[in-house]
């Protein structure tokens, strides 16, 4: 199982990025995927996630109306973009997969299956 993240680096506040996760090795269509956040000291935060079953999405409220989450289902990649990015959105950002179907579980609990090795995302003041 593979997941790779990638479109981090380093943007001013107000900027935009877009993240992917390429996934490989597991069942796609059958797994939801996530987004998380951790920045150094803190505790991995939920931002998003996507069912491949039905397209539905789940959004924290720190990112609601600025973030968006899509996928790929024939590339078996997920997307993050971001947009009107504050220096509060700075972290490590993580892509996960999991079986379970409830998308706002899975990102307070912190229960993923799978965990890609994180993208950084830098937003200047």
């Known amino acids: 199982v593979q997941l790779v993240e990638s479109g981090g680096g380093l943007v001013q506040a107000g900027g935009s990025l877009r993240l992917s996760c390429a996934t490989s090795g597991f069942t796609f269509d059958d797994y939801s995927i996530y987004w998380f956040r951790q920045v150094p000291g803190k505790e991995r935060e939920g931002v998003s996630g996507i069912s491949n079953s039905d397209g539905s999405t789940y959004y924290a409220d720190s990112v609601k109306g600025r973030f968006t989450m899509s996928s790929d289902n024939a590339k078996n990649t997920v997307y993050l973009q971001m947009n009107s990015l504050k220096p509060e959105d700075t972290a490590v950002y993580y892509c996960?997969?999991?079986?379970?179907?409830?998308?706002?579980?899975?990102?307070?609990?912190?229960?993923?299956?799978?965990w890609g090795q994180g993208t950084r995302v830098t937003v200047s003041a």
């Open positions: 996960a997969a999991s079986l379970f179907s409830d998308l706002s579980a899975v990102m307070k609990m912190d229960i993923a299956e799978f």
